[in-house]
């Protein structure tokens, strides 16, 4: 298992409580440094137009957080067709002006409650290639959402992307479920991220991971960085954000988590 897995917590669901009052409370950023000042090794959000959770003015203040912080990571996720919306000034515009170390790409609309599946680049690949080479050109390393698919992950690689980021809702439905083919489940998995690190991609991971599932998703070797907020969040109203980071830093750098 690795034991160097980076730990990135997304931002979005402190957001989402910020949003249901008026006002600044939580406050995001200070919430993020807390993140941080826990051991986090960056930070992640996924602004949508209709600012449902993480606002453009959080992407700014958050950029101007870790910009001057050596060896923190600030990622921003989105779909980079999502155009302006009142004063979301649309995906790629926002990149433009943050210039994140990592640009996670995820194909998701703007209907979605959240993301569900990977990128179907048979369809989607030249369209991306020069979305790619901006987000280069900005210094943005590129990380396409995708699911555990080699063809798919070639094609990836094929397209310019630097990493892959394996989406891990099955993986997590059927940890919960005890489902019987959680075993191959986990081989397709092992087997997409070891293709991905052989054609040279790095890999993260990321939705519904938790205390619970973490662990054993991350005895596939290689995994660069878990993206987690949700359960990051939930876990944090019961044992504080700073705890909760913690646990989580202990499953990716040693295996397992402390008794909480």
């Known amino acids: 298992m690795s034991k160097t897995t980076k730990l990135s917590v997304n931002l979005n669901k402190i957001a989402l409580i910020r949003n249901s009052r008026e006002g600044n409370f939580p406050d995001v950023v200070a919430h993020g440094q807390m993140c941080l000042d826990a051991g986090a090794d960056g930070l992640t959000v996924h ?11 959080d992407v700014r203040a ?13 990622n921003i996720e989105g779909n980079p067709n999502a155009d302006a919306l009142g004063d979301y ?21 703007n209907e979605q409650l959240t993301s569900d599946h990977g990128f179907d680049l048979t369809r989607s690949g030249e369209a991306l290639r020069p979305i790619i080479d901006e ?20 094609l990836a ?4 992307a630097d990493r ?14 005890h489902n019987s083919e959680l075993a191959a489940l986990l ?20 939705h519904d991971l938790n205390l619970d599932n973490l662990e054993a998703f991350l005895h596939i070797p290689g995994i660069d960085e878990v993206s987690i907020g949700h359960a990051l969040t939930v876990d944090a109203l019961r044992m504080g954000l700073p705890a909760a980071v913690r646990a989580y830093l202990e499953i990716c750098r040693h295996g397992s988590h402390p008794s909480v």
Do not use: W
């Not at 690689?157 to 310019?160: C, H, I, L, T």
């Open 47 to 57: 602004p949508r137009p209709d600012q449902r959770h993480i606002r453009p003015s």
């Open 62 to 74: 958050l950029a101007d957080l870790v910009r001057p912080l050596k060896g923190i990571e600030f």
């Open 89 to 109: 000034p649309g995906f790629m515009a926002l990149v433009r002006e943050t210039r994140p170390d990592q640009c996670t790409l995820v194909p998701d609309s």
């Open 135 to 154: 987000l280069h050109e900005l210094g943005c390393r590129v990380s396409l959402f995708m699911d555990p698919d080699i063809r798919q992950i070639d």
């Open 157 to 160: 690689a094929s397209v310019g």
């Open 164 to 177: 892959i980021e394996l989406y891990t809702g099955p993986y997590a439905e059927a940890h919960k479920a």
């Open 187 to 206: 081989e397709q998995y092992r087997c997409a991220a070891a293709h991905a690190r052989d054609i040279g991609l790095g890999v993260n991971a990321g």
